[in-house]
C-alpha cells in the first residue's frame, strides 16, 4: 500500500493540512488531514489539482542569466552569486543604500525562506521593502496602530462562536480566509438562532446563504458603514460598560457620528432602509457579533477610512476580547511589523514621497520609483515568490519600468512574465522539494503552527531560498563560511537538548559580536542546523524561544512540561516531530488585552485624520467618470483562480475564459448575448474578454477573475496568454492617500462590442 504523506495546500492563507501519495515526482493522490489542528481534515476543489504546481512546463531548472540580445543562457550558480553580489554592492556604492528594493519574499504558503530573505536584506540595508501585503492590508494595518497602540496588534474572528456575522467586501465560500469556510458557512446558515448579514454589490455564494444582503453600490462602504454608525448609536445600542472600561475618545466619535444625514448616505449606498436598520439592530443587540472583512473594503474607495469603521462596529458594541467577538492573536514570526518613528524616522519613498506602514511599501507606487529621474531613484530590485507583472496595478507600467532598472534579480520556482524582464533568475526548490512552513497562523484562543518536511528532492539545480540567501549573504561579506564554535556547542545540544548550553553559548556570542545578532538565522542555520534533520529550519528553535519568552503560560497550556528554556525546546520538539502540524498557544480570552500594544490597555476609539476624512465624505461625488458608466470589480475569487500559483491553465475544470459577468439588464442595454466578445476600456487600458450575463450582480456592475492572464505553451509549444491580464485595466495612482492600496473592485470601464475580424488585433 501507497504511503500518505503529512503536507499542507499553499493556495491560499488557511494552508490547510494535507494528506498526499507520490509516485515519480508526481502528487497523485490528495485528502484533506484530519489530524491538522485547525483544518481538520477540510480542503477545497484547487487542492486537488497541486501537481499542477509541482510539475509544468514553466518550472525553473537552473540559474540564468539575462544576454545583451536579450536570450537567458545558463549560468552556474557561484558565478551567479558572486555576479549578484558584486553588482549589489557596487550600485550600493555608487548611489547608496536608497537605491535598492526588494519585493516579496514569500507567497501563500512559502515563508520560511523569509527568514533568510530578511536576513540578507537587513544585512545589505535594502531599505525599502515592497509586498503584495501592502495592496491589500495595510491601510488595516494603519488603522490598528492608531486604535491599538501597534500596527501588527492584527485582530482576528471567532466565527464559530458568534451569534452575529456581519462579511463585509469578502466572500469566504470562493475565497475562504475563514476557518473550513463552507462548512462554517452552513453551519451558521441553518441555525436560526444565528444571523449573518452580508454586505457586497455582488449576490454571492455567501450572501446566498446569509439571512441578510446588503447589496451595496460598489465603492461606497463608508456612506454605509458610517450610516449604520450612526443609527447605532442613535439608538443607543453601544455597549456603554465595555467603553468605558476598554477606551476612549467615545465623545468624539459620537459627535462625529451625530453629524451623518444617515437617510442620503444609505441611499448613496443603494440600499434598502429598513434592511440596513434591521441589520444593525441584529448586529448590535446580538450576544456576540464579529465582523470579518477582506478586499470588497480595503481593495476600494476610502479603504483606510472602511477599515476604521468596519472596526468602529465591533468595538461600540462590545465585541472585542470576547467569545464569538473580534480578538486579537499572536504571531508565532511577527511578520508585520509596526513603524511608528520612534525606533528609527519613519522612511519615505524618494519619487512618491510614500511613508511606510507596517515596515511596508505598496507595490503601487514602485514602477513610479524607478522612473523617477530623482537622484537616488531605486535601480537594484530583488523580487522573489511574486509576479508584479501581472499582479500589480497597471501591468503596462511594470513592463516600462523594469527595463529601467540597473539590475532585476527574480527567485522563483517557475519562468514567470516577472522573471522575462531580469538580469538573473535564480530557480528555487518548489514547496513540496524542501522544509517549508507558512507563518498566517493568525488564530485565537488556540493558535497553531505547522512545518512540514519534503516529499521530493529538489528539482535539477535548484536550491531552497535558505541556501541562496546564504550564498548571497556570504559573497556580500555578511557572515562568514562556517560557525565552528557554535557547531560544536550544537553537537553537544542534540545529544543534551535539556542543559541549554547552546543558548548559553549563542547568547555570548551575540553579546560579543553585535554583527551576529543582527544575521542570527544565518548563525543558527550554520550552527543548531547541522544538528537537525535540514540546516534551514534551526530558526524555528530561537522562534520558540522567543515565543515561549512572551506567551509562556499560553504555550504551557498547550500541555507542554517546564518552563522558559525548557519550554521553548519542549514546544521546538514537538513542532519538528508534528508533522500534521501542532497547537502553539491556548489563550484565555481575557488575555486578548495583554496583546494589545497600548500599556494602559484602552482602544483609542478617535482617529483625527480619518475623523476627518470622515466629516468631508458627504462632498466625495458618489461617481466622478461619466464616461465610464459601468463598475469593474477587477479580481474576484472564483472556484478555479488562485492567484498566480498554477501555470499551466488545464487546472482549471470550469471558466477558461475567465468570463465577465454582467448582470442580464446591462447586456440587454448594450445588446451583448452570452458568449459575446467585447472590449472593455477603463481610463487606464483596454482588454478583450468574453462576457457572460449573470443576475447575481447589481446592475451597473461587471466582475472579472483574478489570477489570469498568464502565458503559458499551448499543446504545440507556442506561448498563449490565456484569459484576461486584468491589471492591463488597472490605475497605478488609483488608490488610498494614506496607504496607497488600488481601489481595485470600483474600477470605472465601459464596454464595447467587437468584430470578430478585429479579435486578431487585439490584445
Ligand atoms: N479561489 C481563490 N481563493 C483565494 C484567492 C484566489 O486567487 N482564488 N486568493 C487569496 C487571496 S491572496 C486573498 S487576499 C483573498 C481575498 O478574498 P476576498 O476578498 O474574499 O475575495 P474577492 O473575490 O477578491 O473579493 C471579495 C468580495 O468583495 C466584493 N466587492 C467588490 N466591490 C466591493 C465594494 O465596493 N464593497 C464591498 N463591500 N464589497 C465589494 C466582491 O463582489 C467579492 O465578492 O482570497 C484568497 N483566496
Ligand atoms: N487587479 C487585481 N490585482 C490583484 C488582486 C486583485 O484582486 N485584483 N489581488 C492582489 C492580491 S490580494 C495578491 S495577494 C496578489 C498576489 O500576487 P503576487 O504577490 O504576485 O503573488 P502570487 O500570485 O501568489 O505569486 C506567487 C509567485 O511565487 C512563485 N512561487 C511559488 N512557490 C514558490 C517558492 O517556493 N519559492 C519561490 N521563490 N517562488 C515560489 C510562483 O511561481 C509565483 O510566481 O495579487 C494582487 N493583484
Ligand atoms: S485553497 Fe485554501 S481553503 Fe482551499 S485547500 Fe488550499 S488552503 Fe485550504
Ligand atoms: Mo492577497
Redesign the pocket.
Not at 384 to 388: F, Q, T
Given at each position: 500500500m501507497t504511503d500518505w504523506h503529512p503536507t499542507a495546500c499553499i493556495l491560499c492563507s488557511r494552508n490547510c493540512g494535507l494528506l498526499v501519495q507520490v509516485e515519480d515526482g508526481h502528487l497523485t493522490k490528495i485528502r484533506g488531514d484530519k489530524n491538522h489542528p485547525v483544518s481538520a481534515g477540510y480542503m477545497c476543489q484547487k487542492a486537488a489539482q497541486l501537481d499542477h504546481y509541482q510539475n509544468n512546463a514553466d518550472r525553473l531548472t537552473q540559474p540564468l542569466k539575462c544576454q545583451e540580445d536579450g536570450s537567458y543562457q545558463p549560468i552556474d550558480w557561484q558565478t551567479a552569486i558572486i555576479e549578484i553580489a558584486d553588482r549589489l554592492l557596487d550600485l550600493k556604492q555608487t548611489y547608496g543604500k536608497d537605491c535598492l528594493a526588494f519585493y516579496?519574499g514569500g507567497?501563500?504558503g512559502?515563508h520560511l525562506?523569509s527568514m533568510y530573505s530578511s536576513t540578507f536584506r537587513d544585512a545589505l540595508e535594502i531599505p525599502y521593502y515592497y509586498s503584495?501585503l501592502a495592496?491589500?492590508k495595510t491601510g488595516d494595518f494603519w488603522v490598528n496602530g492608531k486604535l491599538f497602540g501597534r500596527q501588527n496588534c492584527h485582530t482576528t474572528e471567532d466565527i464559530e462562536q458568534a451569534d452575529c456575522v456581519l462579511f463585509i467586501g469578502t466572500n469566504p465560500w470562493q475565497a475562504h480566509g475563514i476557518r473550513n469556510a463552507r462548512p462554517t458557512l452552513k453551519q451558521i446558515a441553518n441555525d436560526n438562532q444565528r444571523t449573518m448579514i452580508v454586505i457586497d454589490p455582488r449576490r454571492t455564494e455567501t450572501a446566498a446563504l446569509a439571512d441578510m444582503h446588503l447589496q451595496l453600490r460598489p465603492g461606497t462602504d463608508a456612506f454605509l458603514l458610517s450610516a449604520m454608525l450612526a443609527i447605532l448609536v442613535q439608538e443607543g445600542w453601544e455597549d456603554q460598560a465595555f467603553l468605558q472600561e476598554h477606551t476612549v475618545g467615545f465623545a468624539e466619535v459620537r459627535a462625529c457620528l451625530q453629524t451623518i444625514p444617515i437617510d442620503d448616505y444609505i441611499e448613496r449606498a443603494g440600499v434598502d432602509a429598513d434592511l440596513v436598520y434591521e441589520a444593525v439592530r441584529r448586529f448590535a443587540t446580538a450576544k456576540s457579533a464579529t465582523v470579518r472583512v477582506d478586499?470588497g473594503l480595503q481593495?476600494s474607495l476610502n479603504s483606510t477610512l472602511n477599515s476604521y469603521l468596519e472596526k468602529l462596529l465591533f468595538l461600540l458594541t462590545g465585541n472585542l476580547g470576547k467569545p464569538g467577538g473580534n480578538n486579537f492573536h499572536t504571531f508565532f514570526l511577527p511578520w508585520v511589523g509596526h513603524s511608528d518613528g520612534h525606533a528609527q524616522p519613519l522612511r519615505q519613498t524618494k519619487a512618491t514621497g510614500i511613508t511606510e506602514i507596517a515596515q511596508l511599501f505598496p507595490p503601487n507606487v514602485l514602477p513610479a520609483e524607478i522612473e523617477s529621474d530623482h537622484p537616488q531613484r531605486l535601480r537594484g530590485l530583488m523580487i522573489?515568490?511574486?509576479?508584479?507583472v501581472?499582479?500589480g496595478?497597471d501591468t503596462q507600467a511594470y513592463q516600462r519600468a523594469f527595463t529601467k532598472l540597473d539590475l532585476l534579480v527574480v527567485?522563483?520556482?517557475?519562468m514567470?512574465e516577472t522573471a522575462r524582464y531580469a538580469d538573473y533568475i535564480l530557480p528555487?526548490a518548489?514547496?513540496f522539494e524542501k522544509w517549508e512552513a507558512a507563518f498566517f497562523n493568525l488564530e485565537f484562543p488556540t493558535n497553531a503552527f505547522h512545518l512540514r518536511k519534503p516529499l521530493f528532492a529538489p528539482f535539477a539545480d535548484t536550491l531552497p531560498?535558505s541556501e541562496i540567501y546564504r550564498r548571497l549573504a556570504v559573497a556580500i561579506g555578511a557572515i562568514p563560511e562556517r560557525y565552528p564554535v557554535l557547531e560544536q556547542v550544537a553537537r553537544w545540544h542534540g545529544r543534551w537538548p535539556q542543559l541549554g548550553l547552546y543558548r548559553i553559548a549563542l547568547v555570548a556570542a551575540m553579546a560579543l559580536q553585535p554583527k551576529l545578532r543582527r544575521t542570527v538565522a544565518f548563525a543558527l542555520q550554520g550552527s543548531l542546523g547541522k544538528a537537525l534533520p535540514d540546516d534551514s529550519i534551526a530558526p524555528f528553535w530561537g522562534v520558540s524561544q522567543l515565543y515561549v519568552q512572551q506567551h509562556g503560560e499560553a504555550v504551557a497550556r498547550t500541555g507542554l512540561p517546564g518552563r522558559g528554556g525548557r519550554l521553548a525546546e519542549a514546544l521546538f520538539q514537538r513542532i519538528l516531530h508534528g508533522h500534521s502540524g501542532t497547537p502553539i498557544s491556548q489563550h484565555r480570552y481575557e488575555d486578548t488585552w495583554s496583546l494589545m500594544g497600548y500599556k494602559d490597555q484602552k482602544v483609542r476609539l478617535a482617529i483625527p485624520e480619518l475623523l476627518a476624512e470622515l466629516r468631508t465624505l458627504q462632498a466625495q461625488s458618489t461617481y466622478s467618470w461619466p464616461e465610464y458608466p459601468l463598475m469593474l470589480i477587477?479580481?474576484e475569487r472564483r472556484m478555479y483562480n488562485a492567484?498566480?500559483?498554477y501555470r499551466n491553465p488545464q487546472w482549471r475544470q470550469n471558466d477558461a475564459e475567465g468570463v465577465l459577468k454582467i448582470h442580464p439588464m446591462d447586456a440587454a442595454t448594450l445588446d451583448f448575448a452570452d458568449g459575446d466578445p467585447a472590449l472593455c476600456e477603463s481610463p487606464w487600458g483596454e482588454l478583450l474578454v468574453q462576457v457572460k450575463l449573470c443576475d447575481t450582480l447589481r446592475p451597473g456592475v461587471v466582475s472579472l477573475p483574478?489570477?489570469y492572464g498568464l502565458d503559458y505553451p499551448d499543446p504545440n509549444g507556442k506561448r498563449t496568454r490565456s484569459g484576461p491580464l486584468?491589471?492591463l485595466l488597472?490605475g497605478a495612482r488609483y488608490c488610498d492617500t494614506i496607504s496607497a492600496t488600488p481601489f481595485?473592485k470600483n474600477v470605472p470601464v465601459r464596454l464595447k462590442p467587437i468584430e470578430i475580424g478585429m479579435l486578431a488585433n487585439l490584445k
Open positions: 516579496g507567497g501563500q512559502n525562506g503584495a495592496q491589500e478586499l481593495q522573489d515568490s511574486a509576479n508584479p501581472i499582479s496595478a527567485v522563483d520556482v517557475a514567470t528555487a518548489s514547496q531560498e477587477a479580481g492567484n498566480t500559483i483574478h489570477g486584468l491589471n488597472t481595485h
